[in-house]
């Protein structure tokens, strides 16, 4: 599973500053997990700032120094099994 940062703005979103990291097969299956706990905000837009897989996430300073001052929120990952 690869992991997807959902990084969020100043105001107006579920968090202020910091990421939800949502571990997931493909981008398209993270927005999908993404949007089952974060409905679209009232634009129908995705109620977060930026979308990073984690190899691009590393790259930028959020990684080490946060992201307004917070970071990581809460992890969203899907757990499949056999019984």
């Known amino acids: 599973m690869t992991k ?7 105001s107006g ?7 939800t990291v949502v571990e997931a ?10 949007k ?3 409905p679209l905000s009232k634009n129908g837009l995705l109620n977060c700032c930026s979308i990073y897989d984690e ?4 790259k930028t300073s959020m990684y080490e120094k946060g992201n307004f001052g917070h970071y ?3 992890i969203i990952t899907v757990v499949r ?3």
């Not at 997807?4 to 100043?10: K, Q």
């Not at 979103?13 to 990421?19: F, I, Q």
Request: aromatic share 30%; no cysteine.
């Open 4 to 10: 997807y940062y959902f990084t969020y703005g100043t």
């Open 13 to 19: 979103m579920d968090y202020e500053g910091g990421w």
């Open 25 to 34: 097969p493909n981008k398209e299956s993270a927005i999908a997990l993404f």
């Open 36 to 38: 089952a706990y974060h």
């Open 55 to 58: 190899y691009d996430f590393k």
């Open 72 to 74: 990581e929120w809460e």
């Open 81 to 83: 099994g056999a019984r």
